[in-house]
């Protein structure tokens, strides 16, 4: 069975910081984007498997709350897991942290899943036999 929570080593650049030398806000959230992209995919709910069948993913909200900014050079992980799905939308939460698991900073999104032809909202539960409910961490 594969794990729910999965986990994403992150350098910080250079060109990711500001002229204080901490990440970009921006760039931590394109972090956190392609951290649930990535489990999305190892889970067969990528957009593009989902485009395949005229589905795709739609970011609603994304709360970010860090208690401190990573600092250029650095490595951070991000913990990223599915906390729960209700028919039209679904949660999914972020940990950022150093790599010894100092948190730095937590993060949650909210996202639906559209019908791309009709660009009407899915019943995520009904939708491929209720499947992502088996990635929902409790």
Known sequence: ???????????????????????????????????????????????????????????????????????????IEIKTWVESVIKLFTNRNFAIQRPDGTPLGYARSTWAMIDMTTRRPCDLLSLYDGDILRYVVD
Request: proline fraction near 4%; charge should be negative.
């Open 1 to 75: 069975m594969m794990e729910k929570v999965d986990t994403y080593p992150i350098y910080v650049e250079p060109f990711h910081v500001d002229f204080t030398g901490h990440i970009f806000m921006g760039v931590l959230g394109n972090h956190l984007l392609n951290a649930a992209g990535n489990h999305s995919q190892r889970r067969g709910w990528s957009i593009g498997a989902l485009n395949e069948s005229s589905h795709t993913w739609v970011l609603s909200r994304l709360s970010i709350e860090m208690t401190e900014l990573p600092c250029q050079y650095e490595h």
